[in-house]
């Protein structure tokens, strides 16, 4: 018998390697259950599908809605006029959430004086495909809305265009404001 020949046992070495590699099977399959767990439990942030814009014009559906509340709240905002600005800042508020409301009401006084003292009218006009739907998942919505807002003042009239993004949160079935952006 030579007892020069290679031993042909696995090598100490080579049996911790398939240890080591086993545990990391293990543990690679682990992070990956919980996580598939954990993803079941989100709240659902899937991509929904944009309202349609034809002849037959938004559909009654959440997406439809959300564009609508969208037009609604843009021509709202930007609709004051001296006679009448408390009715049409409430006007406002009814459309927003809670935080929305509270945002608002801190620059609320001040616009209120600049609009009476200024005697100023601001009316909107929405194009009929003014309204983009840029963001739409399970509860939030961000919808670009393009408008012209007319300012009459005791010194003239001028007409600007303007184009915000609403973000609308969805609460109790309803789309309510959550934030406005201005969009350059």
């Given at each position: ?12 070495g ?8 086993a ?6 399959l ?26 037959a ?111 609308l ?7 309510l ?8």
């Open positions: 018998m030579d007892h020069h020949a290679p031993d042909r046992r696995p090598a100490g080579s049996r911790l390697l398939t240890v080591v590699l545990v990391l099977l293990l543990a690679v682990a992070t990956s259950t919980v996580l598939v767990l954990e993803r079941r439990n989100e709240p659902d942030v899937s991509p929904q599908r944009p309202a349609d814009i034809g002849a014009g938004w559909q009654d559906d959440v997406a439809g809605r959300a564009v609508l509340t969208a037009r609604r709240a843009a021509r709202t905002y930007f609709t004051l006029d001296h006679r009448h600005v408390e009715r049409d800042m409430d006007a406002m508020r009814a459309l927003g959430t809670d935080e929305f409301v509270a945002s608002y009401d801190a620059g609320a006084a001040a616009l209120a004086a600049r609009v009476s003292e200024q005697r100023l009218r601001l009316s909107a006009a929405l194009e009929p495909d003014g309204a983009a739907t840029e963001l739409l998942v399970a509860d939030r919505a961000q919808v670009l809305v393009t408008l012209d807002v007319t300012t009459v003042a005791p010194t003239g009239r001028r007409t600007a265009p303007y184009r915000t993004r609403v973000v949160d969805l609460v109790d079935d309803e789309w404001v959550a934030a406005f952006e201005e969009v350059r």
